[in-house]
């Protein structure tokens, strides 16, 4: 099943969300390697496709896993929750409709 992955930066954590980016992305892609990863990108702080140093308020990720807990288990182990990029990160069952 499908869930999404909503996470929240926290305030001025964009040289932190820099510096851990690499692997954060390297954990995406073995998603995506896998077949497992719908689409995956943060939440521009301004209304910008490149909101330079205003950074970043959050990420959404919509991933495949086998359960919630398993979708949970994965966010917890990311880089940007392990080191602080994040400050809440809320994960749901979520049904893919269109397209």
Do not use: C
Not at 24 to 33: A, E, G, N, T
Not at 38 to 66: K, M, Q, R, T, Y
Request: glycine share 6%; hydrophobic share 45%.
């Amino acid at each position: 099943m499908w869930y999404a992955i909503i996470a929240e930066d926290t305030p001025n954590s964009l040289a932190l969300r820099l510096e851990k980016r690499p692997a954060h992305l390297s954990r995406l892609k073995l998603l995506q390697d896998a077949g497992k990863l719908l689409l995956a990108g943060p939440f521009p702080a301004i209304d910008s496709i490149d909101p330079g140093p205003n950074g970043f308020s959050g990420s959404l990720i919509v991933a495949e896993f086998d359960n919630l807990e398993q979708a949970q288990a994965w966010a917890e182990l990311d880089p940007f929750t392990l080191h602080g990029v994040y400050s809440k990160v809320t994960v749901k069952p979520f049904r893919k409709t269109l397209p």
